[in-house]
Structures are given as C-alpha cells and as structure tokens.
C-alpha cells in the first residue's frame, strides 16, 4: 500500500530538489511528496471515481459543465444523521481548530458514497464557503494524515480552482506523484494543463520530467526536456546534470540487455 505518511511535510522528488519558499500562511504549500492514495481501487462508481485515471486536461474542460450543473441543482448540504459509527468516530478526530468550512467538506469527504460526484461536491463546496489558499491546504493535508484514498482526486480538482491559487510548484508535486508510480501520460498531460494556465515550465519540473523519461527509457524526450531547460537562460544545477547522465545511463542498460 503506498505510503502517504511524509505527504505534508517532506519535499517530493527527489528529495533534495524542491524547496518551499515562506510567504505569507495563505500561500504556504504543505501538500508535499503526495503518495497517490487514489490508486487504491475506491468503491466509488460514478464519474468521479475515474478521476485518478484521467488527466488534467479534460478535467479542464468538464469545468464549466460541473458549474453549470452544480448551479442547475446541486447543492450544499451538511452530513445527515444517518452515518456510521466508523464515520462519527472520523469526523470525531478533526482537528479542534480546523475551520468550519474546512470541517463541512471533511464531514462530507468522510462520509462520501458511491452514488456522489466528488467534482460537484467539491464545486457547491466552493460556491457556498468561498474558500481560499489556505482552506485548500488545509483540507489536503488533514487527508493525508487520515490517508484518505480520495487525496488525489481533491488535488486534481484544486488545481483547477481559482481559489487554490496554484503555482508552478503544486504541478511539480503532483507530476512527480504521477511519474514515480508510472503515470507518464498523465504527468505530461498535468505539465501541458499547467502551460494552458500561462504558467511556466521552470528547471525543477522539467528535471522532473528527465527522471521520468529516463526510468521510462525514453532517451529523446529526456534530451528534449534537457534542452528546454538550457532555454530558461539559467545557470544549470547539479540535478539536472545528474539526471540526463542517468537518463544516458539507462538507455546504454537497456540496449545491452536488448543485445
């Protein structure tokens, strides 16, 4: 089972690369070297469930049809009285200080069913409590603390939210999530969505990518990465140069075990 225990508080891939800059708490990135919780199979059917396994990009898309559904009917309510004891026991162990807004989403998020849409949910949520930076982190991280197998599928939404404010640096995390448990399609099309946003690529993702393409063996894509990196016009550091070395590496590997 993957391990999300240094979610929040250790830096993602590897883990020398990435650093935090402290800026005021709102825009603090907790979410950190997110394990990927949504691989294990949910018993969630519905669209929503198939998040985990589609990308960025049409999420982007279905955007402005979740609003429209969500405003044509959907909407927020709290958690019944009809919940389980292993629920109650849940919702029991948020954290004291946890905002009200933040605790609403985790009861529903606690107490979600089979027969819910997450991207609807998470849209009234949105709607309703006006969440900033800050509640999003909030959220993110008391699900990785109770491992809760939709963390990945809340991130994908986020990202996507005008409230989450999301940098360059939350795509880093979560496409060095996707390329370490060999989602390659999905972290590209995670770096594509981030460049529709006008963000730009910068040479921590981009060595991201070269130790994805490199473990994929995919030779060419590494150069091209490593290439796109020489372009930012910024000094290269050691990672990168670490990177494409292993990416050749591996590539004369495989041709020797192909001979």
Known sequence: MLNVASLMLSNPYP????????????HHSLWINIPCPSLV???????????????????????EEIV?????????????????ESQKDAISQLPPKMSNRCKALMKRIICFSEDENLSLLLAA?????????????????????SNNPLLLEVMEHALLEDSFEAAVHDYT??????????????????????????????QVILT????????????????????????????????AYGAMI???????LQTLQRA
């Open 208 to 239: 991201v990518m070269i130790h994805m393409y490199s473990k994929a063996g995919d030779l060419d894509r590494a150069k091209e990465a490593f290439e796109e990196i020489q372009l930012l016009g910024v000094p290269l550091d050691t990672r």
């Open 173 to 202: 995390k979560l496409i060095d999530t996707y390329a370490k448990h060999g989602r390659f399609e999905s972290a590209e099309n995670a770096l594509q969505a981030m460049k529709s946003r006008g963000l730009p690529s910068d």
């Open 246 to 252: 292993m990416a050749y590496v591996r590539a004369g």
């Open 15 to 26: 883990l020398s690369i990435l650093t935090t800059t402290t800026t005021k708490f709102c």
């Open 68 to 84: 429209e559904k969500e405003e044509s009917g959907v909407k927020w309510h709290d958690v019944g009285s009809d919940i389980t």
């Open 125 to 145: 949520w949105v709607k309703t409590m006006k969440p900033r930076r800050c509640d999003w982190l909030s959220i993110l991280k008391e699900m990785k603390r």
């Open 41 to 63: 199979k949910h018993p969630n059917k519905s669209k929503c469930a198939s998040l985990s396994h589609s990308t960025i990009i049409p999420l982007e898309c279905e955007a």
